[in-house]
């Protein structure tokens, strides 16, 4: 077998895509016209039975696109549009959102009449009344059964479902699995059709393959190792475009893809330069199915390798060589690399990461399993289960093949609710909710505060938590997914749709955001209220309302005199710790719609700046409108070093938030290139000090600053936003400018 050369030909194919996408927006009026006309003759359908109308419209009646220079098939034309990061609320273009589009119920206004007014107060911040991006195809069912048998299997159950609402998921599963076969075959007469008038031998050579790949996988099981990696990318792409979601995760692909390599090796079939150039291919998609000059939060595209396999044997092979290599040989932004780390993890495995960390390259996070599994375990999710979960959009988890999870919607703000409950008069949300805070007033001490803190911190977290309930109930009729569906463990067994609790487990998280700022808030109203007596609880109200007009003397003192979260002072980390603990169980255990309940997490996207505008001067010393902190990091004006960042989580009990709590490292640019060990202790110190997920970003303030005057010098300079890679002249000027700010802090 010949592979492409990919250093010979990527530019090639980054020409055949520029002039495909040339087209976009794509004209589908005809097929949406199909559509439309189906629902007239049929007003009375089901939402299911509407779902698959779009499947059958779009396999049958949409352009497929093969590219000559490009080793896998995937491209199907719908009207989505080429930087389509994944679905949201409102409908984006394409056919997957007709659905969406044809509700006359008036949900959306609903929606947004309920959440923009407390996203214009920083009170949450959301556009999406359930996760609409940020998922994982269930690669390995279709690997092991492919259409076909889940076709099948859907089909066997059908006979003994008698309740109608199961039998139409059924129904539609069977549908989906049809319209996905005929599609895969329309691949395969694609390739012939463009193999009539090919010349060179190359390029027919891998049409040939092609064809023969689509006549048969993933109509049935992959049995090779081009079949199986193709199959990954060739999911993500018809879930994008099928399912009206983001499927964000490309997948665990060195453990999975591992026995068919040794197997092809074996047989001959493959050698080891020729899979290293299809993993190479394979990286290379997102950067190029992407216009990476207008991608200003990233792609939503992950992959993830390393950590464990269901039995707890660690990962690590010449997969995830060939994966590390290939971002280190051409520098790719994205997809987003995972690399998990596992008990027992070689030290070739971590001096690897720890050389792609020195590249500067800044595509990287890494994460703990033994704490993320941990809290998956507690959260009663079986061993094997848990080991093999996978991440993505920015770092949130979700166990692979088993488990719908809705996570990236929603981010709450506990800085701006105890400005809330301070000053109560001032925010319509405690009558629009009809929930009655204790007051902060005349407390006798700081635990009778604390305690008032948190019951009112519940009731608000309660309160938003019934509404995104009442909203995803609304799921089911809007957009339902038996694609999707028929591959993860539950749906079939259950006949639901993951919509309806179909999936084996069925979380929800809501992401807190700015954690350091509000422990430090707290613990400034212990130290200076309560313990020390330096400021009265009427002059610290006093401060907060004026935004400290006039009294920079004392914000100064809050700000720099009273210990902050970071540091290693006794009494700080006692407070932490209790914090972390108590948050933990504010946001989490309460039930979702689909059988399953919410879980923590401490990551914010870029949530610690789009909550500040309208979140005023806080204990800290903080004025109004300046920058939350970021993950689990300390707040941006803490002077702390990265070592002592990490020893404060020692004490944290981080398996109590399985939806992630994730901390920033900025290193400056002396590090990079330096060795590669050096970032290897960082990894292994994180891990030992018990943290969960956390970024690296290199960076070079002087470049930084030379990129804001004169970016057509820098265009391919890449930097780590919050949990996702971009070139920084893609970004807005805000962004870029918080982002300086913190390269200048870390070298100076």
């Not at 009026?29 to 189906?38: A, G, I, N, Y």
């Not at 994944?86 to 509700?103: C, F, K, N, Q, V």
């Not at 981010?411 to 319509?428: C, D, E, G, T, V």
């Not at 059988?595 to 806080?618: C, I, N, V």
Request: with cysteine.
């Amino acid at each position: 077998m010949h592979t492409l050369r990919f250093a010979d030909e990527y530019d090639a194919f980054m020409e055949e895509l520029d002039a495909h996408y040339r087209r976009f927006p794509a004209d589908v009026s005809r097929q949406e016209r199909m559509l439309d006309d189906k629902l007239k003759a049929f007003p009375q359908a089901s939402p299911l039975k509407k779902k698959t109308w779009i499947y059958q419209v779009i396999a049958s009646e949409c352009e497929v696109k093969v590219f000559r220079h490009c080793p896998f098939y995937f491209e199907v034309v719908t009207g989505r549009i080429r930087n389509s990061v994944g679905a949201a609320y409102p409908p984006i273009p394409g056919l997957d959102s007709w659905l969406m589009r044809t509700d006359r119920s008036g949900f959306l206004e609903k929606f947004q009449g309920w959440a923009g007014p407390y996203m214009e107060e920083d009170i949450i911040d959301s556009t999406m009344y359930m996760d609409c991006a940020h998922h994982a195809m269930g690669v390995e069912a279709v690997l092991k059964h492919g259409f076909a048998g889940i076709k099948r299997a859907a089909e066997e159950k059908l006979c003994h479902v008698t309740e109608a609402q199961g039998r139409d998921f059924l129904e539609s599963v069977i549908a989906a699995q049809d319209s996905l076969i005929t599609l895969t075959k329309r691949f395969a007469k694609k390739a012939e059709e463009i193999l009539e008038n090919e010349a060179c031998p190359e390029v027919r050579e891998r049409l040939m393959r092609i064809s023969r790949g689509a006549q048969k996988c993933p109509i049935y099981p992959a049995e090779t190792f081009y079949e199986a990696l193709n199959t990954f990318w060739y999911l993500r792409e018809i879930g994008n475009s099928f399912e009206s979601l983001g499927f964000a995760i490309l997948g665990h692909i060195d453990r999975i893809l591992e026995k068919y390599y040794t197997r092809d090796l074996e047989a001959g079939i493959i050698t080891r330069e020729e899979a290293k150039e299809l993993i190479t291919w394979f990286v290379a998609l997102t950067d190029a199915r992407w216009d990476l000059g207008d991608t200003p939060y990233g792609t939503n595209t992950s992959l993830n390798i390393g950590g464990c396999d269901a039995e707890g044997k660690p990962v690590f092979n010449d997969i995830t060589r060939f994966v590390i290599e290939a971002y280190l040989e051409y520098r790719f932004v994205n997809p987003k690399l995972q690399a998990r780390f596992s008990k027992g993890a070689p030290d070739a495995y971590y001096s690897l990461v720890g050389k792609l960390a020195a590249s500067g390259t800044n595509v990287l996070s890494v994460f703990n399993d033994e704490v993320l599994i941990k809290g998956f375990m507690d959260k009663g999710k079986e061993l094997q289960d848990a080991r093999l979960y996978v991440s993505g959009g920015c770092q949130e988890p979700v166990l692979a093949n088993t488990e719908f999870g809705s996570r990236a919607f929603c981010y709450l703000n506990p800085s701006k609710y105890l400005l809330m409950m301070i000053f109560p008069s001032q925010y319509a949300f405690f009558e629009q909710e009809r929930i009655v805070p204790i007051s902060l007033e005349w407390c006798r001490d700081f635990e009778e505060f604390y305690a008032r803190v948190f019951y009112n911190l519940k009731l608000i977290v309660n309160a938003v938590t019934w509404h995104y309930n009442e909203f995803e109930n609304f799921w089911k009729y809007y957009n339902p997914c038996p694609l999707y569906s028929s591959t993860i463990e539950g749906c079939i067994e259950k006949a639901r749709d993951v919509s309806e609790g179909g999936a084996k487990y069925n979380g929800n998280t809501f992401a807190v955001s700015g954690i350091g700022t509000f422990i430090d808030s707290m613990y400034a109203i212990y130290k200076s209220v309560f313990a020390d007596k330096k400021i009265s609880w009427e002059a610290m109200k006093e401060l907060l309302a004026t935004n400290f007009e006039g009294e920079e003397q004392i914000r100064l003192w809050l700000k720099n005199k009273v210990a902050k979260y970071g540091k290693d002072e006794d009494e700080i980390k006692e407070l932490t710790k209790r914090i972390y603990d108590d948050m933990s169980v504010i946001v989490s255990g309460m039930p979702n719609t689909r059988g399953g309940q919410y879980e923590a997490a401490l990551w914010s996207f870029y949530g610690y700046e789009w909550l500040k505008a309208k979140t005023g001067a806080t204990p800290n010393g903080r004025k109004g409108g300046e920058s939350l902190s970021r993950g689990i990091n300390p707040a941006e004006d803490v002077n702390t070093t990265i070592a002592q960042m990490v020893h404060s989580l020692a004490d944290i009990d981080l398996s109590k938030y399985p939806g992630t709590a994730v901390m920033y490292f900025e290193m400056p640019l002396t590090l990079a290139g330096c060795d590669e060990k050096v970032f290897e202790s960082l990894i292994r110190y994180f891990q030992k000090c018990g943290g969960n997920v956390f970024d690296f970003d290199v960076v070079d303030a002087a470049a930084l600053e030379d990129a804001l005057k004169n970016p057509h010098r820098h265009q391919n300079l890449v930097v780590r936003v919050c949990g996702y890679s971009a070139r920084f002249v893609t970004l807005d000027r805000e962004m870029q400018i918080e982002i300086v700010n913190r390269a200048k802090r870390i070298a100076g």
